[in-house]
């Protein structure tokens, strides 16, 4: 059974780091594009980062970049998303998913499995 499990969220204060992983069962993540997404109450769910199983390429939005770093661990077939510097309008549920083909890595219909999502809270 092909499965993505999230973990690593939690409540961390505003200017505080956190690191949320997706690990993967059933297939190898070597072979997709991973994208992270959140979700906060009352929003769509967005595109947060994406990693490319070709070449590594990374992607972010512009409200994460240079704050949010997407790695993976293809001996630990996990895919890693470390938070820096993280606001209180980072809060949401983190979901991450994959993708065979590479499309527009923002568009979340463009992924083919998904976890269950990882909540994280930056409050004080």
């Known amino acids: 059974q092909l499965q993505l499990v999230e973990s690593g969220g939690g409540l961390v204060q505003p200017g505080g780091s956190l690191r949320v992983s997706c690990a993967a069962s059933?297939?190898?993540?070597?072979?997709?594009?991973i994208g992270w997404f959140r979700q906060a109450p009352g929003k769509e769910r967005e595109g947060v980062s994406c990693?490319?199983?070709?070449?590594?390429?990374?992607y972010y939005a512009d409200s994460v970049k240079g704050r949010f770093t997407v790695s993976r661990d293809n001996a630990k077939n996990t895919v890693y998303l470390q938070m820096n510097s993280l606001k209180p309008e980072d809060t949401g549920v983190y979901y991450c998913?994959?993708?065979?083909?590479?499309?527009?890595?923002?568009?979340?219909?463009?992924?083919?499995?998904w976890g269950q999502g990882t909540q994280v809270t930056v409050s004080s």
């Open positions: 059933g297939f190898t993540l070597d072979y997709y594009a």
């Open positions: 998913a994959a993708q065979t083909y590479g499309s527009s890595w923002y568009v979340s219909s463009n992924y083919d499995y």
């Open positions: 990693i490319s199983s070709s070449d590594g390429s990374t």
